[in-house]
C-alpha cells in the first residue's frame, strides 16, 4: 500500500478495535476514551492548574517567535517534551529555533531545579509515591532517559497533592493516574511535570 493508504488502514484499525473494546460491558481500568482525553497535555496542565497543582509556565506553539518570547520571559533555561508519542525531554536553546518550529506543535515549560522526583501512581483511592533520584546528567533532565543509575526510596503524599489528585482524576473520569512532581531542593511544594496516567 501506499504510505497514504498504510496511514488510513491504520487509523480505521485503531477506529474499529476501539470502538468495538470501548462498547464491552466491562470494567475499565480506564475507559479508553477517558484516558485518551485525559492525553491531551495541554488539558492536564489547564486543569492542574484550576485545581492548584502549581504546574511549570507552559507555551504550545510552533511559531519560533513566540518560542523564543516564552523563554525570555522565563529568564531561564527551558525543556521541551512531547506532545503526544514517547520523546524524551530536552533542554532547548531558544536561540537556534527556526523555521522546523513551524512544522508542528510544540510545547516548551520553564526549567525548574529539583532536588529528586517523584512518580505517583493512584489506583482507585490507592496511593504509591517513589523517590526517584538521578544518578547522571542525562537522568535529572528526563529520569526515564538512564533507568541504570535511578536510585528509588518510597514516600509519602502530602494531603494537599492527595485531595488535587483525586480532583483532577475525577475530573477526567479515570481510574488510574500517573503523575510526575519535582521536589525543588529549597523544599518548595511538590511541582507537577510531564504526564498523567503514561
Not at 517567535?65 to 524524551?88: E, N, Y
Amino acid at each position: 500500500m501506499s504510505e497514504a493508504g498504510r496511514r488510513f488502514a491504520a487509523a480505521q484499525s485503531r477506529a474499529g478495535f476501539l470502538g468495538v473494546v470501548a462498547s464491552l460491558p466491562c470494567l475499565w481500568i480506564n475507559h479508553p476514551a477517558r484516558d485518551q482525553q485525559a492525553n491531551y497535555k495541554p488539558w492536564q496542565l489547564r486543569v492542574a492548574d484550576q485545581l492548584g497543582l502549581n504546574p511549570p509556565r507552559t507555551i504550545v506553539t510552533n511559531n519560533p517567535a513566540a518560542g523564543r518570547k516564552f523563554a525570555a520571559d522565563v529568564g531561564g533555561p527551558i525543556i521541551t517534551k512531547s506532545l503526544g508519542a514517547p520523546v524524551d525531554t530536552v533542554v532547548v536553546d531558544p536561540a537556534e529555533f527556526d523555521d522546523s518550529v513551524r512544522l508542528c506543535a510544540h510545547i516548551f515549560q520553564e526549567w525548574i531545579e529539583k532536588s529528586h522526583e517523584v512518580r505517583l501512581t493512584v489506583v482507585g483511592s490507592r496511593f504509591f509515591a517513589v523517590e526517584i533520584h538521578a544518578g547522571s546528567a542525562a537522568g535529572r533532565i528526563d529520569w526515564r532517559t538512564d533507568y541504570a543509575t535511578n536510585t528509588y526510596k518510597p514516600t509519602a503524599v502530602p494531603s494537599g497533592v492527595r485531595e488535587r489528585a483525586v480532583a483532577l482524576m475525577r475530573r477526567f473520569g479515570l481510574v488510574f493516574g500517573a503523575f510526575d512532581f519535582i521536589v525543588t531542593p529549597s523544599e518548595d511544594p511538590t511541582r507537577p511535570v510531564g504526564t498523567l496516567g503514561d
